[in-house]
């Protein structure tokens, strides 16, 4: 094997071993948006959506049967996806504009998804649970 042909191995190994090792915590759909917004921690489940001109990732996908959290993410939030209302577990807030506010979700069930709006209706995100 000459020279050039080992640089270009090397340089190739580099560029694949820096896909795997960054990627994982800013894996991003075609939309531009996060997808690994999904962790457990300590047997417990957070969800992170950003709110700011709309809600991101519009779409998760977490797990059902335990303990979840959502964690919504706002940094100067001026819009009105700071107003945020959530039907099924009867929640309607003003989120702070700078911040995270935490909220229990439960215990998620298979099927039954949980939609955050807007208060008027223009922005939305939707949680799967499987
Ligand atoms: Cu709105």
Known sequence: MNKIALIILTLGLIVFL???FTGGSSLKNN????????????????ITIN???GYTPKISYAKAG?????????????????SLVIREIGFEKV????????????????????TGLCSMGMYNFQIDFS
């Not at 531009?32 to 957070?46: A, F, M, S």
């Not at 919504?72 to 009105?80: A, E, R």
């Not at 702070?96 to 998804?113: A, N, R, V």
């Open 18 to 20: 820096g896909i795997i």
């Open 51 to 53: 709110a700011k001109g």
């Open 95 to 114: 989120l702070p504009m700078e911040g995270e506010l935490e909220i229990d979700l439960g215990i998620p069930k298979i099927g039954e998804p949980i």
């Open 66 to 82: 335990i303990p979840t959290k959502l964690i919504m993410k706002t940094t100067g939030t001026f819009d009105c996806s700071s």
């Open 31 to 46: 939309s531009g948006e996060l997808v690994n917004n999904v962790e457990v921690r300590d047997g417990i489940q957070y």
